[in-house]
């Protein structure tokens, strides 16, 4: 490896085999060391990925690889701790989604990241589509006229993550609207350059999990272990600061057609509906726009082209390349910190069984 690469790390070998991907595609940085304190994983992604520095404790690693850049791939309720802590070495940061647990540990990350004058890019891999990528220049050419609403959903038929933390409240902040809820907030907002949210009206539910219901790879009846104390599902509606609408339908579970996991964003103006509708992770078939052309209904299928690096493994290369070039990259923790708001004001409606107002 050529010395003037950065340095990259992973902590978290979960999701991380997907971070993998981008630190070897990027001209930028070679994936240098890895972390987590589970043993077995740990030999078995580092045999895999050729990785021969080898940590089971983030804190040594921190202290020892003199990393550029880290991917923090862990359990929600220790994004913040983990991120400030590299910020804090000199690393700049992507960390995985939600960015923290509630709002004021997301507020000590940005303050963190200001601090240290490092890089903290959330994991917003569904950005880093082609699909999505066209959605958005279609809205801020204006293609769609004014926005009057947007309808966004991920929905699972049966897609309680039967592993890891994910049922507890504790180590992950909540349910499928934290885990699911906060990618297709984020597009929203994106796709719209982040209109101020004015009010939430939001109800929660947890109806299949505390029962062993609709769990990837678990036998029904049998529940997660340590328990299952989050939301399964929920909707919410938001007023914005542009005078558009947001609707939200998030579930991990619900009964609809088998094995369904699909997320859909329809952003809906005066002059055109563009619809991003993902089913199963596949990348075929995923756009439509509705308009009129001479008076009659018009529907495009675009085709959007996914031969480039797409998703974690485009959004690693994206790091890289702004700390080479000294840019920002594609997200930052500021726009990390407003999912969570967010996310903390659907709670907090669902838990008072009332609208919530921002700015109050
Ligand atoms: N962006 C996406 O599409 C996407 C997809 C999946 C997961 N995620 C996020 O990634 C994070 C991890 O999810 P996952 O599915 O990989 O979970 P996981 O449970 O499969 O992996 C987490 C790993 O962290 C390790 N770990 C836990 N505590 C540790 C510690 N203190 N030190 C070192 N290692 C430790 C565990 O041993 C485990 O291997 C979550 O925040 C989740 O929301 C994002």
């Not at 599902?233 to 558009?244: D, E, I, T, W, Y």
């Not at 052309?293 to 690693?316: D, I, Y």
Request: charged share 20%.
């Amino acid at each position: 490896m050529s010395s003037s690469l950065l340095r990259g790390g992973i902590i978290g070998l979960g999701v991380g085999k997907a971070h993998a991907k981008g630190y070897i595609s990027s001209p930028d940085v070679e994936l240098a060391a890895v972390c987590d304190m589970n043993p077995d994983r740990l030999q078995a992604f580092a045999e895999e990925w050729k990785v021969a520095e080898r940590y089971s404790d983030y804190k040594m690693m921190l202290q020892d690889a003199k990393l550029d850049i880290v991917s923090v791939c862990l359990p929600n309720a220790l994004h913040a701790e983990v991120s400030i802590a590299a910020l804090e070495a000199g690393v700049n940061v992507i960390c995985e989604k939600p960015m923290a647990v509630n709002t004021a540990e997301a507020q000590a990350m940005v303050d963190a990241a200001k601090r240290t004058g490092k890089r903290l890019m959330m994991s917003y891999n569904y950005r880093y589509r082609s699909d999505a990528q066209w959605m958005r220049r279609m809205v801020t050419t204006g293609q769609l006229g004014d926005i009057y609403h947007v309808q966004v959903s991920w929905r699972r038929e049966t897609g309680i993550p039967g592993w890891g933390l994910f049922g507890s409240k504790a180590a992950s902040g909540g349910g499928a609207l934290i885990d699911l809820g906060v990618h297709v907030i984020d597009l929203a907002l994106w796709l719209m350059d982040f209109p101020a949210v004015q009010t939430i009206s939001a109800q929660t539910r947890s109806l299949f999990g505390p029962v062993g219901r609709k769990t990837w790879g678990r036998k029904p009846g049998q529940v997660i272990e340590g328990g299952f104390d989050v939301d399964d599902g929920g909707v919410a509606f938001m007023r914005l600061a542009n005078g558009a609408s947001m609707a939200l339908n998030v579930t991990w579970a619900e009964h609809g057609q088998p094995q369904e996991d699909a997320y859909r964003v329809e952003v809906q103006g005066t002059e055109g509906t563009a619809i991003l509708h993902v089913r199963n992770y596949k990348n075929d078939d995923t756009l439509r726009f509705y308009t009129e052309m001479a008076g009659v209904p018009v529907t495009v299928v675009p085709t959007a082209n996914f031969s480039t690096p797409q998703g974690h493994e485009a959004l690693v290369m994206d790091l890289a390349k702004s700390i080479r070039n000294g840019e920002a990259p594609g997200t930052n923790g500021e726009q990390g910190q407003i999912a969570v708001e967010i996310l903390d004001g659907i709670y907090e409606s669902s838990r008072i069984g009332r609208e919530v107002v921002f700015g109050e």
